[in-house]
């Protein structure tokens, strides 16, 4: 049986997958982390001292608990296992290619193993693939079960490609991020199961309850149905016209109404009007964890006069909030970085006296008065720089509409300009060319690089993150 505190843990982990949105084999390491403690403490409570089952069999033991009869009908028509089937090449077992060539599965050493190879190397995945389809069209309990067994074996295996993968044999650990793209999600939906639908529950503390100003536009027209009163971990503020929510006040209790939503994009439109990041917590009925749920949370104002005022601890806290832009601006760059497909939209876009155009040339002008970078990938680019931008925002509470970083990145541009001059001067270049990714991939880099360097300088930290 999963208990409360096995919840609690499952619930801490994803929030911190969702806070810093690092890659993906990372937040697949450790969702697969606090399953392992999961499954080894149901085991635990099961065996007998000559009874000992290997770590796949309790996985796959803990996924027959989450996938019941109820859930699995559900579950199995669910397009993020569509993903995973359509994965190509197929997934390899890194293990067993690792013994017969020395290096974990790639594309460019696919060619060194015979058919007989492959086959086994990618047993698991050909499995899943069958039983998929056939629990899809004949959900009878043999093909729900051998469905599971296939499932639970093919998670298993990219777990442990997780931990087979070289950063020596880069090739082999950049697939296996790919991999683990579609499977973070996965692992979203079983986690998601076992909180009773939290990761589309809202917890409700200010104008989103009912009869308050925002409920009707965003929960009650947005698909959002009450759930239950509840109460939450923390305390509330009030700031200007709003209040706001801090989980760190232990000791408070804060009374919240449960709304679920049909889908992430409902919590999305909510997420736009509230302005403010969320964190994922439990919500209690007395003493009594009842479900999990979001809850909206702007960081403590380091202004506030009831915070630090002496100038040690305010530095402190400054450097904790560059910190945390640091990782969001890692989480930033390894997201755009490796962009192969461009925007079909033309995009202009103004960054303070930066403008950035889309078009079919790389072309890069400076002066003293204004900046202009032509490129193919400027949707791509504009897009990254407004991430950076909303990290920016929730972590400082800024409300400055001139992006107070523009010049970091008009000063990356031109660094990158003067390590490549030759695609600077009106080169033509199309989204698929080779060469316009190398130097888009190089601009994520300088531009991550500088604002992460501006934002160290301004809070005297030395340790900055790339």
């Keep these: 049986m999963i208990t409360e505190e096995d919840k ?4 801490k982990t994803l929030d911190y997958c969702w806070f810093f949105r690092l890659n993906n084999q990372i937040m697949c390491q450790d969702i697969f982390q606090t399953l392992n403690r999961v499954w080894n403490r149901v085991a635990s409570a099961q065996e007998t001292q000559t009874d000992r089952n290997r770590d796949s069999t309790k996985f796959r033991t803990l996924i027959k608990t989450i996938l019941d009869t109820e859930q699995l009908s559900k579950f199995i028509n669910n397009p993020e296992l569509t993903k995973i089937s359509n994965i190509q090449p197929l997934i390899y077992n890194d293990g067993y290619v690792t013994e017969l060539l020395g290096v974990p599965f790639s594309k460019n050493i696919e060619s060194d193993l015979s058919q007989e190879q492959k086959d086994t190397a990618t047993t698991e995945h050909r499995e899943f693939n069958k039983y998929l389809d056939k629990v899809r069209q004949n959900p009878n309990s043999k093909n729900r079960s051998e469905f599971i067994n296939k499932f639970s074996r093919l998670l298993y295996m990219v777990r442990s490609n997780i931990a087979h993968g070289s950063k020596l044999q880069y090739q082999g650990s950049h697939r296996n991020e790919q991999i683990c793209s579609d499977v973070y999600h996965v692992l979203l939906l079983l986690c998601n199961l076992i909180l009773d639908n939290a990761l589309f529950r809202v917890a409700a503390y200010g104008e989103l309850r009912r009869d308050y100003l925002l409920h009707e536009p965003l929960v009650k027209n947005n698909e959002g149905q009450f759930i239950t009163k509840a109460q939450v971990v923390g305390g509330v503020i009030q700031s200007e016209n709003t209040l706001l929510f801090n989980h760190a006040s232990e000791f408070e209790r804060t009374k919240v109404e449960i709304f679920e939503f049909a889908n992430a994009n409902n919590i999305h439109n ?177 531009i991550v690089s500088f604002v992460a360097g501006w934002v160290c300088d301004m809070c005297n930290v030395d340790d900055q993150i790339y």
């Design 270 to 446: 909510v997420d736009v009007v509230e302005c403010m990041p969320r964190r994922l917590l439990p919500y209690y009925d007395g003493d009594q964890v009842i479900g999990f749920a979001w809850m909206y949370e702007r960081f403590s104002d380091i202004e506030n006069p009831k915070g630090p005022i002496d100038a040690l601890s305010r530095n402190v806290a400054l450097q904790e909030r560059c910190k945390t832009l640091l990782y969001s601006l890692n989480s930033i760059k390894n997201l755009y970085a490796n962009k192969k497909q461009v925007s079909g939209d033309t995009k202009v876009k103004f960054f303070g006296k930066l403008t950035l155009i889309s078009g079919e040339v790389i072309h890069y002008e400076n002066n003293k008065n204004a900046s202009k970078l032509i490129h193919p990938f400027a949707p791509n680019l504009i897009s990254l720089i407004d991430e950076i931008d909303t990290a920016y925002k929730s972590i400082f509470t800024s409300d400055n509409t001139h992006y107070p970083f523009w010049k970091q990145i008009d000063g990356a541009i031109f660094e990158d300009k003067e390590v490549h001059p030759k695609t600077y001067e009106c080169f033509p270049a199309s989204a698929e060319e080779e060469i316009s990714q190398k130097v888009y991939s190089a601009l994520v880099k300088y």
């Design 8 to 11: 609690i843990n499952i619930c």
